[in-house]
């Protein structure tokens, strides 16, 4: 597969690395246009403005169909020489749509193919202490489900690590954007000498799906679990996120910027989620095998009440916020978490 009479490029979805890349191929002299949806279109960009706010300062032309499979303003554009490439947009497209491109319609998947397919992939990620990333882009085809299934051809791929001092999503995230944007100009150079891409197929016998997640209804802390678990639960929906939530006096409130102590530890059950110490170096909460440092205590509005946290109060998570919470199915359209 050759891709240098490529000269307009479909950018399809959002996120930073959609943006970053449509930069990209704007100096390089592409024709670039954005379709995107109402979800992405708010996205906060690295500049702290929103996508839609972000391209139109950029000049980049961008759209915002129910379905580009009947979109004229998408499908007019089509040509001989265009391009498209996916960064998590919400449509299927029918085998007629995927024709028009003659081969050309691809998607742009930030994991381990065939390891983490769903969504939330950081967060499954920090769970698991994985800090194994990838790049790919894929061959789109009519089986593939958004966010669930893609089963298409590898056209390029790229591994890497995020470092050893990533702990939350937001870490992954900004390592993964240097490593995305990257390796995206280095399928531009080559794609322009020439290259002749092979096809690879997906490795489904190592496949992995863990679905999408909601912080607000998922994120509920367990006290019962051991402190790395619980570390690492915390973590794991810590910034860009909400936080990880639990009861304090009965009112919801949300943890960020943990990190664990064994000197104090361990502690018996009966004590776990106590407040035993509060110090300038955070809320010190007992735990199974030893202290859980809390730097930040938001309340449901998302502000901070970190200073006052008293000593003998208790994190506490009934039983039945946790039971839902393991029983909730995340779901998503264009417009954001369905109710």
Request: proline share 5%.
């Amino acid at each position: 597969m050759k891709l240098n009479s490529v000269k307009k490029v479909y950018l399809l979805g959002g996120g930073g690395t959609l943006l970053g890349f449509a930069k990209e191929l704007r100096t390089r002299q592409y024709e670039v246009v954005v379709f995107t949806s109402p979800r992405h279109s708010r996205e906060i960009m690295p500049g702290g403005v929103t996508l839609a706010r972000e391209l139109d300062s950029q000049g980049i032309p961008w759209h915002m169909p129910e379905d580009v499979n009947t979109n004229a303003v998408f499908l007019d554009g089509i040509t001989p020489r265009t391009m498209g490439l996916g960064f998590g947009e919400v449509w299927t497209f029918n085998r007629e749509i995927i024709d028009l491109f003659d081969g050309k319609l691809f998607d742009f998947m930030g994991i381990p193919l065939p390891k983490y397919r769903g969504g939330a992939h950081y967060t499954w990620q920090i769970l698991r202490k994985s800090r194994l990333g990838a790049c790919n882009i894929q061959v789109i085809n009519e089986f593939m489900v958004q966010g669930e299934f893609d089963s298409g051809e590898i056209v390029f791929a790229r591994e890497f690590s995020y470092p050893d001092t990533a702990r939350i999503p937001r870490d992954y995230f900004d390592a993964a954007h240097k490593e995305e944007v990257a390796f995206l100009r280095e399928f531009m150079d080559r794609a322009e000498n020439g290259q002749d891409f092979t096809l690879s197929p997906v490795p489904e016998q190592y496949s992995m799906y863990f679905p999408r997640l909601n912080t607000v209804r998922q994120g509920w802390i367990n006290w019962s679990w051991s402190t790395l678990d619980l570390e690492l639960f915390i973590n794991a929906f810590d910034d860009p996120y909400a936080g990880a939530s639990t009861e304090l006096d009965g009112q919801v409130v949300r943890l960020k910027r943990v990190r664990t102590e064994t000197l104090d530890g361990p502690f018996h059950p009966f004590m776990t989620g106590l407040v035993y110490r509060v110090n300038s170096t955070g809320v010190y909460a007992a735990s199974l095998q030893g202290s859980l440092v809390v730097g930040c205590v938001l309340d449901e509005h998302g502000a901070d009440i970190t200073a006052t946290i008293c000593t003998g109060q208790r994190f506490f998570t009934p039983m039945e916020r946790l039971e839902a919470a393991m029983t909730f199915h995340a779901q998503y359209d264009a417009k954001g978490a369905k109710t």
